[in-house]
């Protein structure tokens, strides 16, 4: 089992850039691989990035190419999400997620945290 809690959502303006965190706690950090995932209203759930279990490998979504970049510190157990140049059409609940083996399918992921919102207002 894996617990995890996202933080660093908020509401910001057009262009701006937010850091997400998302701290793991139960088995082995370092062992799974993490996703980032996100909902906007009265939409489906997306993929944004996922990065394997030593980082050596990362996926990003078409929309969020060249702005967003994951990251892992599996010291701290924490999983990142940089997002700049921030806009309207980012607005979502952010989610990280946890699986063994990388996937960009949110199926597959069978550990969630509660999410975070952010907001970007134009």
């Known amino acids: 089992q894996v617990q995890l809690v996202e933080s660093g959502g908020g509401l910001v303006q057009a262009g701006d850039s937010l850091r997400l965190s998302c701290a793991a706690s139960?088995?082995?950090?370092?062992?799974?691989?993490m996703g980032w995932f996100r909902q906007p209203p009265g939409k489906e759930r997306e993929f944004v990035a996922t990065?394997?279990?030593?980082?050596?490998?990362?996926f990003y979504g078409d929309s969020v190419k060249g702005r967003f970049t994951i990251s892992r510190d599996n010291a701290k157990n924490t999983v990142y999400l940089q997002m700049n140049s921030l806009k309207p059409e980012d607005t979502a609940v952010y989610f990280c997620?946890?699986?063994?083996?990388?996937?960009?399918?949110?199926?597959?992921?069978?550990?969630w945290g509660q999410g975070t919102q952010v907001t970007v207002s134009s």
């Open positions: 139960g088995r082995i950090f370092s062992t799974y691989a």
């Open positions: 997620a946890a699986r063994r083996g990388y996937s960009v399918r949110v199926r597959e992921y069978p550990y």
């Open positions: 990065i394997t279990s030593n980082g050596d490998s990362i």
